[in-house]
Nanobody, 126 residues
Framework: VQLQASGGGLVQAGGSLRLSCAAS????????MGWFRQAPGKEREFVAA????????DYRDSVKGRFTISRDNAKNTVYLQMNSLKPEDTALYYC????????????????????WGQGTQVTVSS
């Protein structure tokens, strides 16, 4: 099982990036998916998550209104559209798959996820 994150890069403040996370080895259409990030010297933090059906989403407060998580179960892929980027968004972004099937809420904590991608770097310059 592999989660391949891509789409990171260097962007100026106010710019946009779209991250993708393609899963292989099994389907995750029955699992919630999430994005986390870790900046140098800081702990990993939750960014956004989407339920297995795509009907529910949740975001950390600092990205609400700027980031949008979505999924395409036919492509086994989850996306994170990031707009109005700020220097404080600079981090290594990871996608992850929920350890439970058909969870009835959107998981926000790292231990609730079992599969993790390798990360894609997002750098926002001021």
């Amino acid at each position: 099982v592999q989660l391949q994150a891509s789409g990171g890069g260097l962007v100026q403040a106010g710019g946009s990036l779209r991250l993708s996370c393609a899963a292989s080895g099994r389907t995750f259409s029955s699992n919630a998916m999430g994005w986390f990030r870790q900046a140098p010297g800081k702990e990993r933090e939750f960014v956004a998550a989407i339920s297995w059906s795509g009907g529910s989403t949740d975001y950390r407060d600092s990205v609400k209104g700027r980031f949008t998580i979505s999924r395409d179960n036919a492509k086994n892929t989850v996306y994170l559209q990031m707009n109005s980027l700020k220097p404080e968004d600079t981090a290594l972004y990871y996608c992850a798959a929920d350890r439970s099937y058909y969870r009835n809420y959107v998981p926000l904590r790292g231990p609730e996820y079992v599969y993790w991608g390798q990360g894609t770097q997002v750098t926002v310059s001021s």
